[in-house]
């Protein structure tokens, strides 16, 4: 179970840690104007860089638009729901659409798929990379995991307060981003480190 004062410890050294919080107002408002495609490839080039630099020079922008356009309808069915309280069952199969349909092309996959759907429904959907995967269990990535994942969140943290400026969504992530992924970077770095010195 987690502990609600190691919950808001973690996000505030979320924000003292992570310099690319700061693009996350600029996504959101990217949306907001109408900008959608440039928020979505702006957040792969950023947050889901190891995976999507390898797909840019192939990625095709117009069948990626038309992805979007088509997914919109699905997407909609999240209007007004928040991770606290929706029935994630009820929405099971919209859910692993959605991820399935994003997580399939080049250069997004399992870990940007989750990037793209918070930002269009930041209320409900939860990102998530394969340390956190990892850190909660989920050893595939894929969407049936991550709909369990999505279960597992919502049992976790539905009681807790967050940010008002953020959803819980986002909080959650930012509580295992530095609790799972930043360690785990820094253990990566260090392995290196010590590989290169000898």
């Given amino acids: 179970m987690i502990n609600k004062n190691d919950f808001e410890e973690n996000l505030k050294r979320f924000d003292e840690l992570e310099n690319r919080g700061s693009y996350y107002p600029m996504f ?10 440039e928020a979505f490839l702006f957040i792969l080039s950023t947050w889901n860089f190891a995976t999507f630099r390898y797909a840019m020079k192939d990625f095709d922008l117009k069948e990626f638009k038309q992805v979007v356009k088509n997914l919109k309808p699905y997407f909609k069915k999240f209007d007004g ?4 309280e ?4 009820f929405y099971k199969k919209e859910i692993k659409h959605i991820f399935d349909t994003l997580s399939k092309i080049k250069g997004i996959q399992y870990t940007g798929a989750s990037k793209l759907m918070h930002l269009t429904i930041p209320e409900v959907f939860i990102m998530w990379d394969a340390y956190i995967r990892k850190a909660w269990g989920f050893k595939t990535g894929d969407s049936e995991d991550y709909f369990n994942f999505l279960k597992k969140m919502r049992q976790e943290f539905k009681d807790f307060s967050h940010k008002e400026e953020r959803t819980l969504a986002k909080c959650i992530d930012e ?3 530095v609790k799972y992924t930043l360690p ?3 253990n990566q770095r260090k392995k290196k480190n010590g590989a290169n010195k000898s």
């Fill in 86 to 89: 929706i029935d994630l069952d």
């Fill in 81 to 84: 729901k928040s991770i606290r």
């Fill in 184 to 186: 785990a970077l820094e």
């Fill in 175 to 177: 509580y295992n981003y």
């Fill in 28 to 37: 959101l408002n990217m949306i907001e104007k109408g900008f959608e495609t």
